[in-house]
């Protein structure tokens, strides 16, 4: 599997940002495909996943303001990121993996794949 994002830049706070994952050779059927983010001096999270195109997690810190959504052939994810804050700059990660538990959906340690990040800057 190969993980490729995209989208990444500079805003001001209040603005919004719309990160993609192009993923290849990425089979939904018994996993998942989220986001992580890592800000400086701290360790990587959890932002929001994605099963079967339909079941979605997200962070409490992005609920309501982060939307993840997937397109029909599973190639592609994406990001939708509105009222960004300055606490959501990050370099932002997509990863996947072939297994699912809703209890570790956040856990990075169980993800297989990583794509090489992009990086979020809001001020």
């Known amino acids: 599997v190969q993980l490729v994002e995209s989208g ?4 001001q ?12 050779g990425y089979s939904s059927v018994r996993g998942c495909i989220g986001w992580f983010r890592q800000a ?26 982060f939307t993840i959504s997937q397109d029909n052939d599973k ?16 370099m932002y990660y997509c990863a996947e993996k072939n297994t699912w538990s809703g209890r570790t959906w956040a856990d990075v340690g169980t993800y297989d794949n990583w794509g090489q990040g992009t990086q979020v800057t809001v001020s």
């Open 8 to 11: 990444g830049g500079s805003v």
């Open 13 to 24: 706070a209040g603005g919004s940002l719309t990160l993609s994952c192009a993923a290849s």
């Open 40 to 65: 400086p001096g701290k360790g990587r999270e959890g932002v929001a996943v994605i099963k079967g195109g339909i079941q979605k997690y997200y962070a409490s810190s992005v609920k309501g303001r």
């Open 75 to 90: 190639s592609m994810m994406e990001l939708q990121m509105n009222n960004l804050r300055a606490e959501d700059t990050a």
